[in-house]
Nanobody, 121 residues
Framework: QVPLVESGGRAVETGGSLRLSCQVS????????FGWFRQTPAGTEREHVG????????AYENSVKGRFTIYKEIAENTLYLQMDRLKPEDTAIYYC??????????????WGQGTQVTVSS
């Protein structure tokens, strides 16, 4: 069973909305830190988007603050990323990550396979 499986990525127009899902297996949503990262073709590393602590506290990069929301549904074992007012610069592969500690350190995190989001102008 794959621990983290993202879904929901697709092509959307500027100003549109998308909700990404990360199905979680083998990790406790109430004990681990979870986050979303993204990577563009030109990017050298995965860019932090935001993360959510075990207690539900969230933190976001300035580039997405006020537009993106991370939340989790414990009963569904699912992490979500609600993305509103999308911009072309949001185009990337989005990855779900899990870590025993917060903040998430890339080299110590578990990763999903990613889901592609494309925002057209």
């Amino acid at each position: 069973q794959v621990p983290l499986v993202e879904s929901g990525g697709r092509a959307v127009e500027t100003g549109g909305s998308l909700r990404l899902s990360c199905q979680v297996s083998g990790f406790d949503l109430t004990r681990h830190c979870f986050g979303w990262f993204r990577q563009t073709p030109a990017g050298t590393e995965r860019e932090h988007v935001g993360q959510i602590k075990p207690d539900g506290t969230t933190a976001y990069e300035n580039s997405v603050k006020g537009r993106f929301t991370i939340y989790k549904e414990i009963a569904e074992n699912t992490l979500y990323l609600q993305m509103d007012r999308l911009k072309p610069e949001d185009t990337a592969i989005y990855y779900c990550a899990s870590s025993r500690t917060c903040p998430i350190i890339r080299s110590r995190a578990d990763w999903g396979q990613g889901t592609q989001v494309t925002v057209s102008s």
